[in-house]
């Protein structure tokens, strides 16, 4: 396996000041750190644009958090994937729970963003993962299973993001076993569905990942990163993250 990718979603945060002090502190560690493992950066839409022109030609790459599926037109306060292609970005997080459950984005609509996104040469992240009542009836496996059947189109080439919803924003991260149960459980599910490249696609995990649980979480089997909140606004922390990554091969 390769080193396990971190992906940072700053979700709606990020004004100037700290946008500049988080990548102030970034390339200051990639001054010191050559080839580290694979980080993304997802800031908000306002930020896409400075931050490229900073991060060009680090290790770092650009992601951003949404897209519409269509590729421009009439859609007064959308972004396409194209003009986040434009502005450099390389992934676009997809159906995050918070866009599911406040927009009702269901996985018909995530299906089109990540075929919009793929057909604009970037790399969907698409987030899955059952609520806490799923969860405590026992449903979760037939969520996961049809979140991966309808939210992923015939063709995918991207990555999978298993992030419950109970685990996001609350400090306490999933259990190693619950996290482990369900990677390999989407692992079946992608091998059934797209044969031999559902070997390859990526399964990372978020949802209360910090510098004291990541290491544990990295060594997870068939893991293949970590999708950061909180954390990837705290550079000291997140570049932590970075630097326990590198261990992993
Ligand atoms: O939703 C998440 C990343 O997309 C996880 O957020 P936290 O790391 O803050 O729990």
Not at 184 to 210: C, D, H
Not at 227 to 246: H, Y
Request: hydrophobic content about 40%; some cysteine; glycine content about 8%.
């Amino acid at each position: 396996m390769a080193k396990p990718i971190i992906i940072g979603n700053w979700k709606m945060n990020g004004l100037s000041e700290e946008a500049d002090h988080i990548v102030s502190a970034l390339l200051a560690y990639a001054e010191k750190n050559k080839n580290f493992a694979p980080t993304v950066i997802c800031p908000p839409f306002t930020q896409l644009y400075h931050i490229q022109k900073h991060i060009k030609n680090t290790p770092y790459a650009l992601g951003a958090q949404d897209c519409h599926v269509a590729e421009k037109g009439a859609y007064t306060g959308n972004i396409s994937a194209a003009m986040l292609k434009d502005v450099g970005a390389k992934y676009v997080i997809l159906g995050h729970s918070e866009r599911r459950a406040e927009y009702k984005e269901s996985n018909e609509l995530v299906s089109q963003k990540t075929i919009a996104a793929q057909n604009s040469g970037l790399l969907p992240v698409v987030c899955i993962g059952e609520t806490k009542e799923e969860r405590e009836s026992n449903q979760y496996k037939d969520v996961i299973a049809n979140q991966i059947k309808g939210s992923l189109p015939e063709q995918f080439n991207g990555l999978v993001a298993y992030e419950p919803v109970w685990a996001i924003g609350t400090g306490a991260s999933a259990k190693n076993e619950d996290i482990a149960e369900v990677i390999s459980f989407i692992r079946e599910k992608l091998v059934a569905q797209y044969g031999e490249n559902g070997k390859k696609t990526p399964i990372l995990y978020g949802g209360s990942v910090k510098p004291n649980n990541v290491k544990d979480i990295f060594a997870i089997s068939e893991l293949g990163g970590v999708l950061v909140g909180g954390v990837s606004l705290i550079p000291e922390d997140f570049l932590q993250l970075v630097t326990i990554a590198q261990d992993f091969v």
